[in-house]
T-cell receptor, first 113, second 118 residues
Framework: AQTVTQSQPEMSVQEAETVTLSCTYD???????LFWYKQPPSRQMILVIR??????QNATENRFSVNFQKAAKSFSLKISDSQLGDAAMYFC??????????FGAGTRLTVKP | GAVVSQHPSWVICKSGTSVKIECRSL??????MFWYRQFPKQSLMLMAT?????????EQGVEKDKFLINHASLTLSTLTVTSAHPEDSSFYIC??????????????FGPGTRLTVL
């Protein structure tokens, strides 16, 4: 079974500051993918960043980066220089071969001006 | 970029009626399509996986006779909620998967359909 745990229901960050969202997972697969998705009030799911488990190098997309600790089964998202538009629900997800995707419970991020 | 559409975006129906939701990949052919359900303030739960021309694979606990999935082409999948009841009221999201270079798949999500059953 694959499970994803997000232990922070809500997080808050000051505009221009940095925030880290936590995610842990469990899987028996050796080959899998990890994702962070953003869901704004429109409910449209937006891919923020993706990490292949076989890659040791942490993925980075502009202001978004991850800290992937495979042995600890941890996959945290760091948002640098937070902007008001970053406010949303953030979901961590795990998938085998990019299919069969399982989502965590989500973290609601608030950005204070 | 890859675009996935859903229609309708919002539907209200009476209890006992059936509702069909369409999911289309607009500018690519999807190897696989997925249907998720999201209750208010909750996460997305995978309901079923469908491949074009074959029967959908349902997750444990999802009634296949109630949630009928038809994947008629590589760009269209439909979810029919049969004999809908108020407890079926939810946000339904589809995604379409495309195989990118290197052999990996990427899922693109539709904007979702809000179903309200009175």
């Amino acid at each position: 079974a694959q499970t994803v745990t997000q232990s922070q229901p809500e997080m808050s960050v000051q505009e221009a500051e940095t925030v880290t969202l936590s995610c842990t997972y469990d899987t028996s697969e050796s080959d899998y993918y990890l994702f962070w998705y953003k869901q704004p009030p429109s409910r449209q799911m937006i891919l923020v960043i993706r990490q292949e488990a076989y890659k040791q190098q942490n993925a980075t997309e502009n202001r978004f980066s991850v800290n992937f600790q495979k042995a600890a089964k941890s996959f945290s998202l760091k948002i640098s220089d937070s902007q008001l538009g970053d406010a949303a629900m953030y979901f961590c997800a795990l998938a085998r071969y990019n299919n069969d995707m399982r989502f965590g419970a989500g973290t609601r991020l608030t950005v204070k001006p | 970029g890859a675009v996935v559409s859903q229609h309708p975006s919002w539907v209200i129906c009476k209890s006992g009626t059936s509702v069909k939701i369409e999911c289309r990949s607009l500018d690519f052919q999807a190897t696989t399509m997925f249907w998720y359900r999201q209750f208010p303030k909750q996460s997305l739960m995978l309901m079923a996986t469908s491949n074009e021309g074959s029967k959908a694979t349902y997750e444990q606990g999802v009634e296949k006779d109630k949630f009928l999935i038809n994947h008629a082409s590589l760009t269209l999948s439909t979810l029919t909620v049969t004999s809908a009841h108020p407890e079926d009221s939810s946000f339904y999201i589809c995604s379409a998967s495309i195989r990118t270079s290197g052999g990996t798949d990427t899922q693109y999500f539709g904007p979702g359909t809000r179903l309200t059953v009175l």
